[in-house]
């Protein structure tokens, strides 16, 4: 691992967003757990990512499904046949490796396109050996990721918990129609947790067994989709991308929305620029560390038609990684579940018979978090998380400057009148300058000191974390003059 990786890592133990589960037994690889400040952080970007996609159409809805599945749902789905992973073990210890991570390892390249006998091919041609002992690595095989369970007291009924949250929005795909007043296109949000058997987990809460997604799941009529959305109020949002043959050298081209319609559908532009748009002016990423990257026909899952992850150039793990994607699956869910579980899933719209196809925006929460801890931590003169104010797990800080002559009291009311309005915290322990310190560690934005003066004038001195400039503001009136501030407005 990197050093960043170490000093990403140190701040989420030491300051409570993530660390491994079970900790106290050793933790239990590929599962992971959010403290106080991560949990806080996750909830409010999973908030913030519903009110910005439910609100792109009306017609946009969450929705909320079991978490376990039968065997013949995801026997239709593909999953029971397809949703493998390449495993690769040590003859001599016995450990188990991801065939594709072996050899991206040796050569700095991604190998999720190769196959089982490309991937023994490489590690022979390569004289890739176990990463743990050194011991000759056996020949490779498919590796089904799901985890399977036993339903019912005798056992008999066969199930898994789900290894992707879409599946719940295409079982409910009828009901939904028919409670939305038969109309397309509309949109199934589900913001929930999936399973996935991973074989080598791995960077931290990048690749975990079990995780969170976010993920609208789009139905439409492929013949009049384009022509239901707004594309000129995107046309001319230059779109980051790399495309397949280009994306391992890194380049990234800056293309507008209407001139990549010649090589993708408009449907499929237009939300890639709603996309970029979050993470770029509502999430505040730098935008050279952002981009859209092309996954070819053997790298992309079986049943996606297009298929492009959004990625963040992460230094903790070396470069550009995957923190999210845009998949058009056509009809093949529906058209699965269908035949599988013999109810017509095609539809009527205005007279025609539809079995709609599906666009899939799919976020994964987990490296969201650890791509922002990654991105907007700084470390020079001082340390310092700039997180965007929205994800902030706390946004106000609110001390007395020394713990006495009244300067306490005060202070507990500005806190008792603010904390129902924002996260705050009160602190009165330390220094006033650790206590900024502490504040800009876990990255939020604004600090409010009651002084000597305010005791007087009834102000706060208010610190903002990336500048530390000061001003004072009036506590009659202040949560109105924090909501100014935190649109980057001045205060009345």
Partial sequence: MTRRYDEVMSLSLRRGFIWPSVDIYGGFAGFYDYGHLGAMMKRKWEDLWLRYFLGLS????????TNILPYKSLKASGHVDH????LVKCSGCGLSHRGDHLVADATGKSAEALGTQEIDTEIEKLNIRCPKCKG???PSTEFNMMFPLSVGPT??????????TAQGAYLNFKREFESLRRKLPYGLAIVGRAFRNEISPRQGTYRMREFIQAELQIFFNPGTFDDELDFESVADEVIRISFEETKEDGEVEGIEAGDLLGRLPKFYVYHMAKMQQFYLDILKV???RFRFAELGEKERAFYHKLHFDIEINIDSLGGWGEINGIHYRTDHDLKGHQAGSNE???VN???ERVLPHVLELSFGVDRNIWAFLDVFYEKDDRTVLRLPKEVAPITLGIFPLVSKEGLPELAREVYDSLKHDFSCFYDESGSIGKRYARMDEIGTPYCLTVDFDSLKAKDVTV???DSTDQKRISIDGLADSLRALLKDEEPA
């Fill in 136 to 138: 000759t690595l056996m």
């Fill in 286 to 288: 730098p935008r050279e």
């Fill in 463 to 465: 610190r903002e974390r």
């Fill in 155 to 164: 056992g008999t009924d066969q199930a898994f918990l789900r290894p992707e």
């Fill in 58 to 65: 009306e017609r946009y809805y969450l929705i909320d499904t």
């Fill in 349 to 351: 719209v205005g007279g």
């Fill in 83 to 86: 949703f493998t992973d390449i």
């Fill in 344 to 346: 017509k899933m095609t």
